[in-house]
T-cell receptor
Framework: RKEVEQDPGPFNVPEGATVAFNCTYS??????FFWYRQDCRKEPKLLMSVYSSGNEDGRFTAQLNRASQYISLLIRDSKLSDSATYLCVVNPRGSSASKIIFGSGTRLSIRP | GAVVSQHPSWVICKSGTSVKIECRSL??????MFWYRQFPKQSLMLMAT?????????EQGVEKDKFLINHASLTLSTLTVTSAHPEDSSFYIC??????????????FGDGTRLSIL
């Protein structure tokens, strides 16, 4: 089983739709969680951190379910510019030397 | 804040050439930096963890003599692809972790270097 798993997609949805991605992780002791977005041929960019109580940033909502070991990302009122690959990132240990684990990414395509 | 600069952004060179890529944290100190490689339509693969003042830690399957890492200061790590061959063509990305971060903060990525070996 992979340490971090994501549905690869692609998700193809119309502009204005709501779309949700899930990501599961295998290490129950994982400390911190993030969503990044990566555009084609570009570096990953932080979208948002994921907090235990859930957090929202504009049209984006992230949630963490420790009991079931998954995090989710909800995008409301999707825009054409939301088309990208969304990467789930997990830090298994809270130490300065610990390496983060990337999911394989979920591709999202928003159509007009 | 938290800007990471990577240079060069694009390299095209002949097979057998050695290529050096620099990763700099511009406005913070980074004891730990990470080097990733990404092939088309694939996820980022961690190659090695670069530690300031000590040897890098390589992931399984990554040849340390092929991919030389030097992290001589708190703001600079370099990756040298020695005697590069076409199969080394890829997108190389670095990230930096701010000194003092216990791992709970997000990493900051450089812009990436697209390496093409002819």
């Amino acid at each position: 089983r992979k340490e971090v798993e994501q549905d690869p997609g692609p998700f193809n949805v119309p502009e204005g739709a709501t779309v949700a991605f899930n990501c599961t992780y295998s290490n129950s002791a994982s400390q911190s969680f993030f969503w990044y977005r990566q555009d084609c041929r570009k570096e990953p960019k932080l979208l948002m951190s994921v907090y235990s109580s859930g957090n929202e940033d504009g049209r984006f909502t992230a949630q963490l379910n420790r009991a079931s070991q998954y995090i989710s990302l909800l995008i409301r009122d999707s825009k054409l510019s939301d088309s990208a690959t969304y990467l789930c990132v997990v830090n298994p240990r809270g130490s300065s030397a610990s390496k983060i684990i990337f999911g394989s990414g979920t591709r999202l395509s928003i159509r007009p | 804040g938290a800007v990471v600069s990577q240079h060069p952004s694009w390299v095209i060179c002949k097979s057998g050439t050695s290529v050096k890529i620099e990763c700099r944290s511009l406005d913070f100190q980074a004891t730990t930096m990470f080097w990733y490689r990404q092939f088309p339509k694939q996820s980022l693969m961690l190659m090695a963890t670069s530690n300031e003042g000590s040897k890098a830690t390589y992931e399984q399957g990554v040849e340390k003599d092929k991919f030389l890492i030097n992290h001589a200061s708190l703001t600079l790590s370099t990756l040298t692809v020695t005697s590069a061959h076409p199969e080394d063509s890829s997108f190389y990305i670095c990230s930096a972790r701010r000194t003092g971060d216990n791992g709970n903060q997000p990493q900051h990525f450089g812009d990436g270097t697209r390496l093409s070996i002819l």
